[in-house]
């Protein structure tokens, strides 16, 4: 009898369950209309709803046809709602991941200049998603560019800047062997504006192939903001014998980063694949292998900030070639992702040899007093 994957977890603080996470895949052979009411019926059955939503994400399989139908299936909806083109992996046409956050003071979503903004109010902090509705440069560099400028105007009206407001963004691009590098080149040269330095700190990200409705997009951009913190709030995540910083390779991005609160801590682990310290490609064409060594490298990087793998509570899989899905999917079951809700997803890693790549989200309650909680 095959194993099942939880498609919920919880984290409970001293008052209850305050937070939680949802990553659920269609069962495959239906209509995409009717995956998706079924998709969303268990959903609801598990917890799933809008008063404590604040992610709705939605993977599928072809979102020019799909988005449309999606909207209406699901409705006008008071949370961050994204719709990603990356069909899972299982042969489904739909999945969805969604984190809840319970005891909000106060929740808003609305439109900002030509985009998304949905922050959740607490007694101490305000976290807030963000996401760019237009674009208009041609290429993905210009659309990298577009984004980070469209993003300055929301940290403003929040307060601050990106990289004061700005701790994890989700970046998904079409035809990644061809576009990676403008996305690569456009984020360097924003953060080369902001004056962030690898001694600085950049913005933990996962950047992998995805899509949108609109043919011509090449990038959009999923942010994450939190106003309200203080100094030493914020700790990025490293463990450099295992996987080299990523500016060895002349990229700028953090590889996690944990917020510590009063009460708990975050960890966002950004898209982590199977690397070494000095950069390199770990098991070339060997998925098995390159999986292992993707888990050893997330637990490498959980434990030295204070975690382990086992507070994860959603993950998402990434694939190059879909064929190794059962493959993955047996590894993955014996590890510590066995007990936590994942999705896997056919979205190719930035670098052809990487085949698996994995982020997520930890939630622990290693908080320190000397913070607020959340």
């Known amino acids: 009898m095959t194993a099942k994957v939880p498609e919920r977890l919880e984290w409970s603080g001293k008052n209850g369950a305050e937070e939680r996470f949802f990553c659920m895949t269609a069962e495959p052979g239906a209509s995409f209309e009717e995956e998706l009411r079924s998709l969303m019926a268990r959903y609801r059955n598990l917890g799933g709803g809008e008063e404590e939503e604040f992610l709705l994400r939605f993977h599928v399989s072809d979102p020019v046809r799909q988005s449309a139908p999606l909207r209406r299936i699901t409705g006008e909806r008071n949370s961050y709602v994204s719709i990603v083109g990356q069909p899972p992996a299982n042969g489904a046409r739909v999945a969805l991941e969604a984190w809840h956050i319970g005891g909000m003071l106060g929740k808003r979503r609305r439109a900002e ?20 509705g237009e674009f208009s440069a041609p290429d993905s560099c210009g659309q990298m560019r577009e ?5 300055d105007r929301i940290a403003a009206l929040q307060g601050g800047a990106v990289p004061d407001l700005v701790h994890r963004t989700w970046i998904y691009c079409r035809d990644i062997d061809n576009n990676y590098r403008g996305l690569v080149e456009g984020r360097n040269g924003c953060f080369d504006r902001y004056g962030l330095t690898p001694e600085s700190h950049f913005i933990a990200s996962t950047g992998i192939e995805g899509c949108t409705e609109l043919p011509g997009r090449l990038l ?11 100094p030493g709030q914020v700790r990025y995540m490293e463990a450099p014998d295992y996987l080299s910083p990523t500016h060895v390779y002349r990229v700028a991005f953090e590889r996690g980063v944990r917020i510590v609160y009063g ?9 982590t694949a199977s ?7 770990v098991h070339p064409g060997d998925v098995v292998g390159q999986t292992a060594r993707t888990l050893e490298n997330m637990s490498a990087l959980m434990e030295r900030s204070g975690g382990c793998l086992s507070d994860l509570k959603q993950a998402v899989v990434y694939l190059r070639d879909w064929a190794d899905r059962e493959t993955v999917r047996n590894r993955l079951m014996d590890s510590p992702l066995a007990a936590v809700p994942h999705v896997m997803l056919k979205a190719p890693v930035c670098r052809p040899g990487w085949l698996v790549e994995i982020d997520g989200i930890a939630v622990n309650g290693a908080g320190e007093p ?4 959340l």
């Open 113 to 132: 200049q030509g985009g998304t903004v949905v922050e959740a109010l607490r007694a101490h902090y305000r976290l807030f998603l963000a996401g760019k």
């Open 370 to 373: 000397a913070f607020a909680p």
């Open 263 to 271: 009460d708990r801590s975050h960890y966002f682990l950004s898209g």
């Open 275 to 281: 690397i070494d310290a000095e950069g390199n490609i």
């Open 147 to 151: 984004e980070f400028r469209w993003l």
């Open 220 to 230: 959009h951009m999923d942010s994450l903001g939190i106003a309200g913190l203080e």
